[in-house]
């Protein structure tokens, strides 16, 4: 079993695992550059910058803005204070660790 090497991020410059050499950004920066934005930029400039500060080393959770047509199934649970709470299923599902080299993309 050969070793992941580790170089560089051209983004962000800490250190990433090296998949495969023409990947030259780590996980994390890739999932900023590649993220829907919701047309908000407060909303737009948070998801980047989390995404981008995100130590994936540590922590298994991510954060991603889905709009609202990429979910079925919703159903009003419950309102209070200022807010309604739905519940719904994610129709894609959230990105994995996992590159598909064939799509150039990381898989969901």
């Known amino acids: 079993m050969s070793k992941l090497k580790v ?60 709009p609202y047509n990429r979910f079925k199934d919703i159903e009003f649970v419950a309102e209070g204070g200022f807010s309604k709470i739905y519940k719904a299923t994610w129709i894609d599902g959230p990105l994995s660790n996992k590159w598909n080299e064939e799509k150039q993309e990381f898989a969901r």
């Open 7 to 66: 170089k560089k991020c051209d983004n962000c410059k800490k250190k990433r695992n090296v998949v495969n050499e023409i990947h030259r950004i780590c996980h994390q920066c890739y999932k900023a550059k590649t993220v829907t934005l919701s047309g908000n930029k407060v909303i737009d400039d948070f998801i980047k910058s989390t995404l981008s500060n995100y130590d994936y080393n540590y922590r298994k959770a991510n954060l991603e803005f889905v």
